[in-house]
């Protein structure tokens, strides 16, 4: 039996967004240029880009708005920033697994350059003083190809490694967009970082699944060749720090 709310129920995903799920029918959204700029209830606008509201005692500057619809269901997904590619194919360098890193809680985004470091591997995370993420710092900076860390801002810290030298070439071809070049070792290390399958998106672009070329030529309206990657080529401007999307 489904209940029904009235309810708007904001909700952390992770410390880079918030959802809204609950009564979000009454929600009225505005675009601008194509884009989900703010959202409307009965009394006005509750959300826009540019917001920095507090869910659950964290600040999220709201730069992107997004509809999900789930069998029928329709909630909102306000971010800082997306997800970058880095974090996905990049960190597992690093070792160890998402739960490790604080994935799900502080974790923001990967990245593999700096306006003052050319290549690494830089993590941004939101600073806690909980006595594990201290912990957490101590052992970071323990890390063989750990390089400095800094604090961008009072709440956020960042980390920056080198590339490890095992996973240079993994790194370079990562630069060139060709995810199905990483060596097979690295494409399971990615796997088990994630804790993900074979069979998911991030498998199918690593082993340039049939399937998913069907669905992006169904979506393209075109024919994509067997010789080219199922994932766009990087942004490298996208996937460089810039402190003024997450404070």
């Not at 980390?159 to 060709?178: A, H, Q, S, V």
Request: net charge neutral; glycine share 6%.
């Amino acid at each position: 039996m489904a209940v029904k709310c009235d309810q708007l129920i904001y909700s952390p995903v992770n410390a880079l967004t918030f959802e809204i799920t609950g009564g979000t029918k009454i929600l009225v959204p505005h675009k601008v240029n194509g884009e989900i700029h703010s959202l409307e209830d009965a009394n006005g606008i509750i959300f826009s880009v540019g917001q920095v509201p507090t869910i659950k005692h964290f600040k999220y500057n709201i730069n992107f708005i997004e509809q999900k619809i789930t069998n029928g269901v329709v909630s909102y997904q306000l971010s800082m920033a997306k997800r970058t590619k880095a974090s996905t194919f990049v960190m597992p360098m690093l070792g160890g697994t998402r739960r490790l890193f604080f994935w799900s809680r502080l974790f923001l985004n990967c990245f593999i350059k700096t306006k003052d470091d050319g290549h690494c591997i830089a993590l941004l995370y939101r600073w806690s003083g909980d006595p594990l993420f201290l912990k957490f710092e101590k052992a970071l900076a323990q890390f063989r190809d750990f390089r400095k860390t800094y604090d961008p801002s009072t709440n956020t810290v960042l980390f920056i490694f080198n590339i490890p030298k095992r996973t240079k070439d993994d790194f370079t071809n990562f630069l060139e967009g060709k995810y199905s070049k990483f060596s097979e070792q690295y494409k399971l290390d990615i796997l088990r970082f994630h804790n993900i399958d074979d069979d998911g998106e991030v498998g199918q672009i690593l082993w340039k699944d049939p399937a998913r070329r069907v669905i992006m030529e169904e979506k393209l309206g075109c024919q994509i060749d067997l010789d080219s990657e199922l994932l766009s080529i990087i942004d490298e401007e996208k996937e460089t720090f810039n402190i003024e999307n997450y404070v």
